[in-house]
């Protein structure tokens, strides 16, 4: 993915707003912000804005090592999404369309960011659902999708941000018993702690390992970047006829891949929705094609 | 004022931003924020947050000399702002308590900042004056600065954003006529560009120039910081008994000065919010009183 300048102040405000979450220590805050700054006024020597974005990440976690800011943040958003559970596969047995409803409900877990800002609550979580479930998707693509899902015997399912894994569980266990496909279908963690994203710790906490085989990207950056990713992941991700990618981030780590993949996500900001020729609008939750020529 | 670090984010935010409104040349943007990033990487060397800033708008300044890229915008806003002059007047005619109408109305054309993003029509506009007429001020603070008002004879008024200038003209024109202070009122724009900010261009434009005596601050700095402002600015600004100060910017400039001074904005971000100590919130009109010791 080129260089694009508006995302610079953006990941700097993610780097801050990180290394304040650690300490209180205005000495420290300011060398670590100091540190960000200068790699990122360096991005004119970088290749991709997602090594940029590792590299200010970097800083932040050399400064404090083993730290991860977001970690009980994970586990209470992760914690009230799995007590609706049982309500969620209600909701999908209920409706006139099955697939669709797991599928926005999939996509509605990308919809509620806590990095956003959102402050999370049962309430907040049902009225974000019940919203992303009236919103209108692709026809052709949620009937390619389901197409591809049927065919594939490799899936890959790349996850992305913690809370958002139970939704990801669900169309996952939909897929299995509908489509037949338990033992075919790879969940993708990330390697380590990266922002709210999902580690292994959050797979095993809503129980994803019952449902898929569960892999890391072997990276702690917000994003499956191919050339970061372990041998593991690399084989995974050659391996598979079908892949499902999550969020903004691995978006921009995959739009530019050969690959069949279906990105789902929900726009949350311009650049994503520039890359994306403007065909959305910022915060719409979409679902995206992509075919291997 | 201290060096938050939140505030460096934003300030690369408004500088690519500019940059971007200049010209659409990749390798030309990206040499421009290079320079920008560096500086705002040398943070540490600065004593103020105001003089970072002013560095980095230098640079963009520097590469673009004599454009000012919201001029259109500026005069648009004046112009929107200045069709429904005699109806804002009306309004303040026709309530039980005109000063308070028209303060509010004063305090509203800070709220509709175009720099937030906010898509400008008449109909917005209304609504946004509609919602700032029924949010309460703080009683206490409006007597005291109503009391300022009648007993002061060197009134200076230091303004902010275009179209919100047409307000502190109508607000200016009721101090006026009702305390009788024709020829006692100083009103302060930028010394050239600076954001969306007023310049003598706008004074003119919406005729502050009949309200009141109108100087310049000496600086294209989006914020009336003193050891930067011009020999006639800090004349002006000693010799006032009442200052007015409208919006963020001058806020950040001026808080820690021992002066009888009236704040009156909109909370921006949670920066400013922290600075008040947490009385108000994001997105609250506030007036904030501070009297000289």
Redesign the interface.
Known sequence: MK?Y??C???H??TA??S??TMTEDESI??EV??KC??T??R??SYDSLLEIYYDIQKVVKDAFPGMDPFSELKQNFNKLCMDSFDEYIKKINDSSDRFETALKLCLAGNSIDVMQGIKMNHDVLIKAIENALKQPLNKKVMEKLKSALQKSSNILFIGDNAGEIVFDRIFIDYINSEFNKAGHITYAVRGSAALNDVTIKDALMVGMDKSAKVITTGIDMPAAYLPYCSKEFNEAYDAADCIISKGQGNLEALLEENKNIFFLLKIKCNVIAKILDHKYKVDEVVIEAKTAS
Chains 1, 2 share one sequence.
């Open positions: 260089i300048h508006e610079l102040p953006c700097l405000r801050v707003n290394v304040m805050i300011s912000v100091e700054m200068q990122a006024s991005f004119r």
